[in-house]
């Protein structure tokens, strides 16, 4: 299958009412036009959690981990957010979350929060290879949504139909507003692209014909803008199962890893093979970006 061509969009995946929050067209699946994708259900996750800190004076704290299991189909509908703080000492904050559709719980998560500290005395062994951003000539700087920039056995470039090989990829993007005319903390934004680890490690010559069943963010620290890099680390399949992990890095180096556990899903494999799509003209969704102790009450996100 091909994906869907999407003009005219307002750049954000939600729109806030009275009482939730309203999917845009910008959150609509390839896979499946009345479902959500996984980018903008990790980022409203990421919302839910992060708000949950309000008047715990925990900004300082570092987004260490993020969770989010995607188990169930999230349809494009009104959308509810409940979050609770499980666990809250001196050091760390943990917190569960989730979407409530039609009065059933769509998706989950968890966020842990730890406060920072001073590195210990000594050396540890860290890979010399690290991801690094396309030069500026071919992407300037910039906070504002585009189409992402792929790299692969072919150089960087915004053309999907360039990078459809068994090479090893990588992205570049600049995260899309979560909620529309809201702020989005940078957590919000690498939490959403971290879903798009399915798309960077599990693509390969005949395309993406994995879907992930849930997508795990590890951070040392928040990134320092919304321009968000990720390259393969690993992949391993087997009888239709895959495991994939990609680092996560910024303009200033690595941040930490994302990796998703999916399923086959041969008879939708999305195809960007240059027949089907030569270049990313515009944005599209999931790839888009430029696309303790006590245990509170649940808290509603609104």
């Known amino acids: 299958m091909a994906p869907r061509q999407r003009d005219h969009m307002i750049p954000a995946y939600f729109r806030r009412t009275n009482d939730g929050f309203e999917p845009l067209e910008l959150a609509r699946s390839d896979w499946n036009w009345d479902?959500?994708?996984?980018?903008?259900?990790?980022?409203?996750?990421?919302?839910?959690?992060?708000?949950?800190?309000?008047?715990?004076?925990?900004?300082h704290f570092v987004p260490a981990r993020f969770h989010a299991d995607l188990s169930?189909?999230?349809?494009?509908?009104?959308?509810?957010v409940?979050?609770?703080?499980?666990?809250?000492?001196g050091r760390l904050t943990q917190v569960d979350v989730a979407l409530h559709q039609s009065g059933n719980v769509a998706a989950r998560g968890s966020a842990l929060f730890l406060r920072p500290s001073e590195n210990p005395d000594g050396d540890i062994w860290t890979p010399a290879d690290r991801g690094v951003p396309?030069?500026?000539?071919?992407?300037?700087?910039?906070?504002?949504?585009?189409?992402?920039?792929?790299?692969?056995?072919?150089?960087?470039?915004?053309?999907?139909?360039?990078h459809q090989n068994a090479g090893r990829h990588q992205t570049w993007?600049?995260?899309?507003?979560?909620?529309?005319?809201?702020?989005?903390?940078?957590?919000?934004?690498?939490?959403?692209?971290?879903?798009?680890?399915?798309?960077?490690?599990?693509?390969?010559?005949?395309?993406?014909?994995?879907?992930?069943?849930?997508?795990?963010?590890?951070?040392?620290?928040?990134?320092?803008?919304?321009?968000?890099?990720?390259?393969?680390?690993?992949h391993v399949q087997h009888l239709g199962v895959a495991v994939a992990t990609v680092e996560v890095y910024d303009r200033c180096g690595p941040l930490g890893n994302a990796s998703v556990t999916a399923l086959a899903n041969t008879r939708r494999t999305i195809d960007y093979s240059a027949d089907q799509r030569a270049e990313a003209e515009?944005?599209?969704?999931?790839h888009t970006t430029g696309g303790a102790s006590g245990r509170g009450a649940p808290v509603a996100m609104s």
């Open 35 to 59: 479902h959500l994708h996984g980018v903008a259900v990790s980022g409203l996750l990421a919302c839910g959690a992060e708000n949950a800190l309000r008047g715990l004076d925990r900004e």
């Open 72 to 80: 169930r189909p999230t349809r494009a509908a009104f959308t509810t």
């Open 82 to 89: 409940v979050a609770e703080v499980v666990r809250s000492s």
């Open 134 to 162: 396309p030069p500026l000539s071919i992407a300037p700087a910039s906070e504002q949504p585009r189409p992402p920039y792929i790299g692969s056995d072919q150089p960087w470039s915004v053309r999907f139909g360039d």
């Open 173 to 234: 993007h600049t995260a899309v507003p979560i909620v529309l005319a809201e702020p989005m903390s940078t957590f919000q934004g690498v939490a959403a692209l971290a879903d798009t680890t399915n798309m960077v490690a599990n693509w390969g010559s005949g395309g993406i014909g994995y879907i992930n069943t849930d997508v795990s963010l590890t951070l040392a620290r928040r990134p320092v803008g919304m321009e968000i890099g990720l390259r393969t680390l690993d």
């Open 282 to 286: 515009t944005l599209t969704a999931e």
